[in-house]
T-cell receptor, first 114, second 118 residues
Framework: KAGVTQTPRYLIKTRGQQVTLSCSPISGHRSVSWYQQTPGQGLQFLFEYFSETQRNKGNFPGRFSGRQFSNSRSEMNVSTLELGDSALYLC?????????????FGSGTRLTVV | AQSVTQLDSQVPVFEEAPVELRCNYSSSVSVYLFWYVQYPNQGLQLLLKYLSGSTLVKGINGFEAEFNKSQTSFHLRKPSVHISDTAEYFCAVRGPKAGGTSYGKLTFGQGTILTVHP
């Protein structure tokens, strides 16, 4: 059974550009969440999607957005990149029902903003 | 609001020694508790989870954790560590549904780096 797939694994962007990261959840999983991991702030919640709808959102500026498609694949977009957006972005999937299941994380996308 | 405190940022230990990684949480409601491990340049791997029932939870790789509601703790233990256990460990808490069909975000501790020396 394939795990959570995140692409690309590594990305280098310039300040002011925008970036799109992709996440394919485990087959059959309907819930996808995104987290940002930095040395200073640790792991912080970005969004949660279920059945193409955003169900929960963390405390990030509007430059961070996401969406989920009908096949449960999810993308997140960061516009007008800042140096502080350099981080490991992790996607996690869950069956979605019931809520007691743990999340399965992907290997992440390492974004470097220069 | 929920919060998680991992009491040690780094724990050095010798191979085959026992280890305990400490985690305290704060929540006004019932919670689900998790321990994850992260190896360098990788994502998070679930070690174990507490949802309800027995307060002693057994996970993968010989790890176990004990849920203590009165002390709001969920400490991770392993009786004998191996070099391969060197990694960063994260404790996380998730509350009940945040509303609607949201399953609630995971709130993580700051992580504990476990270093196993030969």
């Amino acid at each position: 059974k394939a795990g959570v797939t995140q692409t690309p694994r590594y990305l280098i962007k310039t300040r002011g550009q925008q970036v799109t990261l992709s996440c394919s959840p485990i087959s059959g999983h309907r819930s996808v969440s995104w987290y940002q991991q930095t040395p200073g702030q640790g792991l912080q919640f970005l969004f949660e999607y279920f059945s193409e709808t955003q169900r929960n959102k963390g405390n990030f500026p509007g430059r961070f957005s996401g969406r989920q498609f009908s096949n449960s694949r999810s993308e997140m977009n960061v516009s007008t990149l800042e140096l502080g957006d350099s981080a490991l972005y992790l996607c996690a999937s869950s069956p979605g029902q019931p809520p007691s299941y743990g999340y399965t994380f992907g290997s992440g996308t390492r974004l470097t903003v220069v | 609001a929920q919060s998680v405190t991992q009491l040690d940022s780094q724990v050095p230990v010798f191979e085959e020694a026992p280890v305990e990684l400490r985690c305290n949480y704060s929540s006004s409601v019932s919670v689900y508790l998790f321990w994850y491990v992260q190896y360098p340049n990788q994502g998070l791997q679930l070690l174990l989870k507490y949802l309800s029932g027995s307060t002693l939870v057994k996970g993968i790789n010989g790890f176990e954790a004990e849920f203590n509601k009165s002390q709001t703790s969920f400490h991770l233990r392993k009786p004998s560590v191996h070099i391969s256990d060197t990694a960063e460990y994260f404790c996380a808490v998730r509350g009940p549904k945040a509303g609607g069909t949201s399953y609630g975000k995971l709130t993580f501790g700051q992580g504990t780096i476990l270093t196993v020396h030969p």
